[in-house]
């Protein structure tokens, strides 16, 4: 594969044909690859076929990639299947990542999550296009291969999202506050209005729309809510504590009339929320960074996660190794407004780039 070329279609797998599992093979066989599928229950491997979302029952050996999506208490178990019976990378979506990780420590694996849902559930809520213009976050460790890290992006690309790469740790806590904290808020702020409408029976009946959209998301599948709470227990207990002393912050300054403590806090948020960053950056030009490396693990892990904490999207990556000796070079295509950012980064991580702009 070229550097900054798609990949050509073959085979992959998917292991979970829910709605996640279902839009990726959706997407996939729109681009003319082949999509093996394996689910717990029979009936979904058999409605994937029929909804045009494999084409055929059982994982590819030959694959070149297979994605778990399933719940996450039983993603270890079934990367560890995977990686048994196929030959090619695997990958999860589970939207916790730290456990995941600690787990397999296997060069062909490497973590992910895409950033992207839908009010549907299981395969018939399944989108060819669920993935376009989403954030798909990677979670490369130390063991992690070149070939995992590349394969997998450039897979993301296929499916129309944008990669980034972050230590699990740090997906973990950021989810934590984005994802998994509002969505148990929601749950508590419906099961508040629910108890009192016994109460005052036409509450629910006044609902308006702030209402509806703070609690749109506790319509969600409640099944796989009790695995994320435990496999993310930490992050998401400190995301709650400062979620509390923040809301106990509000009900002060309402307590004590504080009128201009009130309107500081409603201005700050509206400011944060209008400047809210909306899918990813589309680059108009780009910059090439070479960058010798260590022919060592952890490589790929050390600089894309650098990336990411400099704001700075890797948008190819290809490695190539030197014959003699222990080392390579690390060639990273990357928006040319960024590109001195990150190449002082490099630098200060002791890293010797040289920097390019590409025609």
Same mark, same amino acid.
């Given at each position: 594969?070229?550097?900054?070329?798609?990949?050509?279609?073959?085979?992959? !797998?998917?292991?979970?044909?829910? #709605?996640?599992?279902?839009?990726?093979?959706?997407?996939?066989?729109?681009?003319?690859?082949?999509?093996?599928?394996?689910?717990?229950?029979?009936?979904?491997?058999?409605?994937?076929? !029929?909804?045009?979302?494999?084409?055929?029952?059982?994982?590819?050996?030959?694959?070149?990639?297979?994605?778990?999506?399933?719940? =996450?208490?039983?993603?270890?178990?079934?990367?560890?299947?995977?990686?048994?019976?196929?030959?090619?990378?695997?990958?999860?979506?589970?939207?916790?990542?730290?456990?995941?990780?600690?787990?397999?420590?296997?060069?062909?694996?490497?973590?992910?999550?895409?950033?992207?849902? &839908?009010?549907?559930?299981?395969?018939?809520?399944?989108?060819?296009?669920?993935?376009?213009?989403?954030?798909?976050?990677?979670?490369?460790?130390?063991?992690?291969?070149?070939?995992?890290? &590349?394969?997998?992006?450039?897979?993301?690309?296929?499916?129309?999202?944008?990669?980034?790469? #972050?230590?699990?740790?740090?997906?973990?806590?950021?989810?934590?506050?984005? &994802?998994?904290?509002?969505? #148990?808020?929601?749950?508590?702020?419906? !099961?508040?209005?629910?108890?009192? &409408? =016994?109460?005052?029976?036409?509450?629910?009946?006044?609902?308006?729309?702030?209402?509806?959209?703070?609690?749109?998301?506790?319509?969600?599948?409640?099944?796989?809510?009790?695995?994320?709470?435990?496999?993310?227990?930490?992050?998401?207990?400190?995301?709650?504590?400062?979620?509390?002393?923040?809301?106990?912050?509000t009900r002060s300054l309402v307590a004590s009339e504080d009128r201009a403590g009130l309107y500081g806090l409603l201005d700050s948020a509206r400011t944060a929320r209008l400047n809210l960053p909306v899918g990813y950056e589309h680059v108009e030009k780009a910059s090439q960074l070479a960058v010798p490396i260590p022919d060592r693990p952890g490589e790929i892990a050390a600089i894309a996660t650098l990336a990411a904490?400099?704001?700075? !999207?890797?948008?190819?990556?290809?490695?190539?190794?030197?014959?003699?000796?222990?080392?390579?070079?690390?060639?990273?295509?990357?928006?040319?407004?960024?590109?001195?950012?990150?190449?002082?980064?490099?630098?200060?991580?002791?890293?010797?780039?040289?920097?390019?702009?590409?025609?």
């Amino acid at each position: 594969m070229n550097l900054m070329g798609d990949p050509e279609p073959g085979w992959a !797998n998917v292991v979970g044909a829910g #709605l996640i599992g279902g839009s990726i093979g959706l997407a996939l066989r729109a681009n003319g690859w082949r999509v093996g599928v394996v689910d717990a229950d029979p009936a979904t491997e058999q409605e994937a076929i !029929n909804r045009g979302v494999a084409d055929r029952v059982g994982l590819e050996p030959e694959a070149a990639v297979t994605v778990v999506a399933a719940p =996450v208490g039983v993603i270890p178990e079934l990367v560890v299947r995977a990686l048994a019976e196929t030959a090619g990378v695997v990958t999860d979506v589970g939207s916790a990542k730290a456990a995941i990780c600690a787990q397999i420590d296997d060069p062909r694996f490497i973590g992910g999550h895409p950033m992207a849902g &839908s009010d549907q559930d299981g395969i018939a809520g399944a989108r060819q296009d669920l993935f376009t213009d989403a954030m798909w976050v990677l979670t490369p460790t130390e063991s992690t291969s070149e070939t995992a890290f &590349s394969t997998v992006r450039a897979l993301i690309r296929v499916l129309g999202a944008e990669s980034i790469a #972050l230590p699990a740790t740090t997906h973990d806590e950021m989810v934590a506050l984005v &994802s998994h904290v509002p969505h #148990l808020t929601s749950a508590a702020l419906m !099961n508040l209005a629910d108890s009192t &409408s =016994v109460e005052h029976r036409a509450l629910l009946r006044l609902a308006a729309g702030g209402f509806r959209d703070m609690t749109r998301i506790s319509a969600g599948r409640p099944a796989i809510w009790p695995d994320i709470c435990l496999a993310n227990r930490d992050a998401i207990v400190a995301g709650l504590d400062r979620l509390v002393a923040t809301i106990s912050h509000t009900r002060s300054l309402v307590a004590s009339e504080d009128r201009a403590g009130l309107y500081g806090l409603l201005d700050s948020a509206r400011t944060a929320r209008l400047n809210l960053p909306v899918g990813y950056e589309h680059v108009e030009k780009a910059s090439q960074l070479a960058v010798p490396i260590p022919d060592r693990p952890g490589e790929i892990a050390a600089i894309a996660t650098l990336a990411a904490e400099l704001d700075v !999207n890797i948008l190819d990556l290809e490695i190539s190794h030197s014959g003699e000796g222990h080392q390579g070079v690390m060639t990273l295509v990357v928006d040319a407004a960024k590109a001195e950012r990150l190449l002082g980064g490099l630098m200060a991580r002791g890293y010797r780039p040289t920097l390019r702009e590409l025609d």
